[in-house]
């Protein structure tokens, strides 16, 4: 399967006149590096932030903020599942999770590439479509092929991104392992300081020459906390979770001051990926990243269907995740509580 990059003569004009721009990134290490070879590649954003409320949405506050420059850019971020509306300038998306809207047909201030426009099925991470568009247009990419490949191996799309991989591994000597484990330092950084540290994240990445310069940074004192903190709830898992053999499930309530909700279902569902996992949290809202490795039960469906109507979610067939107010919490873990006892489906 050959990546497809639709729009790209309209992407290319974008770029071509790039004067004064906003970045806005997913918090996780796919957000970050996208984000970081754009900014390597482009210049310094005016203003440049992680989507800054749960899931993927944006305040009005970051909205604002990112308005006042001539042109947008946001990276793997789904934009057209949230208030695209409010959105004043000129803006570019670089996506790959599955869309429910095409915004180049919602107006032509939008700039938004996809590879599933083309491929429903297509799964290339952000990190990998940047690296693409900015090879023909002649960006030194090569030097950086570390970073994409860090994004590509956190989303799991080592697959269909191969030639990503093994342009690191042999630029860069370093191994499958080596990015991996950069991966998890994105992720803890932001399961330990939340916002601020997926912020420090990509400082760091940003300034980075190699990655021995990450290795050596303060990140690498998030990733062992992280890390302990993880292992503490792994075990916890095996005697608290409640199974649900009518769906081959799992679901379990974390109690943490850590962000560490996605990382732990990931951890868990790849121990036994055709089984069903389902981590959530609750604060002043539930938030709760499900995983199915096999795709047997389609999750971002899943979270689609049971937020409908009092949330927000959505995402990939084997990862996904749902934010639910607090006046809504009960509804929702009635619905989930439904489909997993297998007396309701979706």
């Known amino acids: ?49 992680p989507n800054d409320l749960p899931g993927i949405g944006i305040t009005d506050m970051l909205v604002n903020s990112i308005n006042s420059t001539k042109k947008i850019i946001f990276t793997d971020l789904p934009v057209d599942q949230t208030s695209y509306d409010k959105i004043k300038r000129e803006t570019l998306i670089i996506d790959h999770h599955i869309p429910k809207t095409n915004l180049n047909k919602v107006s032509n201030k939008f700039i938004h590439v996809n590879p599933r426009f083309s491929d429903p099925n297509a799964y290339y991470p952000a990190s990998y479509i940047v690296y693409k568009i900015s090879e023909p247009l002649g960006m030194d990419v090569k030097k950086c092929s570390w970073i994409s490949a860090v994004g590509v191996i956190g989303d799991h799309g080592e697959k269909t991104c191969k030639d990503v991989i093994e342009d690191a591994i042999r630029d860069h000597g370093i191994d499958r392992n080596d990015l991996n484990f950069l991966s998890n330092i994105i992720e803890s950084s932001k399961g330990v300081k939340g916002m601020s540290g997926i912020s420090e994240a990509y400082q760091i990445f940003l300034n980075a020459e190699s990655p021995k310069d990450v290795l050596e940074s303060k990140l690498i004192g998030y990733y062992h906390k992280y890390q302990k903190e993880i292992n503490q709830l792994i075990s916890d898992f095996r005697y608290h979770s409640e199974f649900f053999p009518e769906t081959d499930s799992y679901l379990y309530e974390i109690k943490s001051r850590y962000n560490i909700t996605s990382v732990l279902s990931t951890k868990i569902s790849e121990e036994m990926p055709d089984s069903a996992v389902f981590v959530y949290k609750v604060r002043d809202y539930l938030f709760i990243s499900a995983r199915c490795q096999t795709g047997r039960i389609n999750v971002g469906k899943l979270m689609e269907k049971l937020s409908e109507g009092i949330g927000s979610g959505g995402g990939h067939p084997q990862a996904a995740a749902a934010t639910i107010p607090k006046k809504h919490i009960e509804e929702f873990m009635e619905r989930l509580r439904k489909y997993l006892e297998g007396i309701q489906s979706v």
């Open 1 to 49: 399967m050959k990546l497809i990059i639709n729009e790209f003569d309209r992407v290319k004009k974008f770029l071509s006149d790039l004067d004064e721009y906003s970045l806005v990134y997913h918090k996780d290490s796919d957000g970050v590096c996208s984000a970081v070879l754009l900014s390597k590649f482009l210049g310094t954003p005016k203003v440049v932030s």
